[in-house]
């Protein structure tokens, strides 16, 4: 017996994961609604697709969590139907069909016409880069590839989405279009690999060429790099950087360690020498960019020679931006032959104190900032602030500029001349220079009689 009124046939889609899985569940949505479905994003719904991530153990268990929890509404008659798709799905299809036998379908990351059909739908491929999307409305994730050919030990992408296979310029920059059409003024270049864009298709590495395209994109003000990869870094996309406004200077180039002898049995075909020399190079050519990083800790082998160093270099490149992940031990990739040897307190504690480091650089660069003047846009309001960011900000991951909504007015949206007024670790707080101050509310009087 249903315990509760939800509106039947509305589809809910519910995404866990990355950026990429944003934009997959983005695209669904746009084809069902293309199919006149009702479709909404993590709200109410009687039919729920639950799109997966099976990265590490953490977004496992998150994602499992998330099956098992819709899969006992169903029973309870609170939903009707449960899918599954994703990268957990791609992943550990036939053990989850074993364990959790009450799911009415799963789907891999590639069979999105076969979901589209479970929910009556059919697959429009009139529909190139056209999608709901359930970012703010000011930016959106355009995933210019799918897959990745690295051969990095520790990751199981390539076992979840493929190998590498781009997207033409020429379909980017309709989706880029019509996303600008819609009021996107940010983009998000996503990709498990930035730096390989193009060779598939192209026979060369052909994101700066990408980048001309899109800077000549009518309404999109700023374009922003994510996952980039250091071996074989296109010089070339720097030049456009420094040159083409649009193009935020900023870049996340996850590098995961810096030992040499880790580099090595991470299979990432760099060193300690030739990854200093790269940020360097970043830092002469674009001295304005802010450079996002990842890093790994715990990873089989290492010692605490490698982490003094690795805690040593975080300290003299002094990264912008910087988030690190203790090693999660994955079945069928190379480095699951290798001994799981660091107990998780050492790699949690290793995390922490490498998080600490970057919190004081963070803070010294952030005070840096104070009576600067840089343009923001703002995605939020929140409480008593309007949130916003600046070109050297990505949103969710990176800091945040807080201004005052008690004595301001903001439009989010739009971009405003901020001139930074405090900062602490993560968030800087600033006055808007362009702004109208907030309007009076006037009390009505009332005469007595």
């Not at 379908?105 to 491929?125: C, I, M, N, Q, R």
């Not at 959106?140 to 296979?165: N, Q, T, V, Y």
């Not at 040593?312 to 032959?337: D, I, P, Q």
């Amino acid at each position: 017996m249903r315990t509760k009124s939800i509106k039947k046939n509305r589809i809910n889609v519910v995404t866990l994961g990355c950026s990429k899985n944003v934009y997959d569940s983005e695209v669904l949505m746009g084809q069902l609604r293309a199919n006149k479905k009702d479709v909404v994003h993590e709200q109410d719904g009687n039919i729920v697709v639950i799109n997966t991530c099976g990265f590490i153990d953490n977004a496992k268990e998150e994602s499992v969590n998330t099956i098992l929890e819709y899969v006992k509404q169903k029973e309870e008659g609170e939903v009707d139907k449960v899918f599954v798709t994703g990268c957990l799905s791609e992943r550990y299809k036939p053990d989850l069909q074993k364990e959790i036998p009450d799911v009415d379908d799963y789907f891999g990351t590639t069979e999105l016409p076969g979901l589209l059909k479970a929910l009556e739908a059919d697959y429009k491929h009139e529909l190139l880069g056209e999608r709901l999307t359930t970012t703010p409305k000011n930016y959106a994730f355009l995933k210019i590839a799918e897959g990745c050919d690295r051969p990095c030990s520790f990751c199981a992408i390539p076992l979840m989405r493929g190998g590498h296979k781009s997207t033409p310029i020429e379909d980017l920059v309709k989706e880029a279009k019509n996303l600008a059409k819609n009021g996107v003024k940010e983009l998000i270049l996503i990709a498990q690999d930035l730096t390989y864009y193009g060779l598939d298709l192209y026979k060369k590495r052909n994101l700066a060429e990408l980048l001309e395209n899109l800077v000549k994109v009518e309404g999109i003000e700023w374009i922003r790099l994510h996952y980039a990869f250091p071996t074989g870094f296109p010089m070339d996309v720097l030049e456009v950087m420094k040159r083409e406004p649009k193009v935020c200077n900023y870049l996340d180039i996850p590098l995961q360690h810096i030992s040499t002898e880790l580099l090595k049995s991470m299979r990432r075909g760099t060193t300690h020498e030739k990854t200093t020399k790269l940020l360097k190079d970043f830092r002469k050519i674009v001295p304005e960019m802010a450079i996002r990083t990842t890093l790994i800790v715990g990873y089989p082998g290492e010692t605490e020679a490698h982490f003094q160093e690795l805690k040593e270099w975080v300290k003299e490149m002094r990264f912008e931006r910087l988030g690190c992940f203790t090693y999660s031990h994955e079945e069928n990739t190379h480095a699951y032959n290798l001994e799981d040897d660091v107990p998780q307190e050492v790699k949690q504690e290793r995390a922490n104190e490498i998080m600490e480091i970057q919190s004081q650089i963070s803070w010294e660069l952030n005070q840096q900032k104070i009576g600067q003047i840089f343009k923001v846009v703002i995605d939020r309001k929140e409480g008593n602030y309007f949130v916003g960011r600046t070109e050297f900000d990505s949103p969710d991951v990176d800091n945040e500029v807080l201004i005052d909504a008690t004595s301001t007015y903001l439009k989010t949206g739009e971009f405003y001349e901020i001139k930074i007024t405090e900062a602490a670790d993560f968030d800087l707080y600033g006055e808007p220079l362009n702004a109208a101050p907030k309007p009076v509310r006037k009390e009505l009087k009332v005469k007595s009689i």
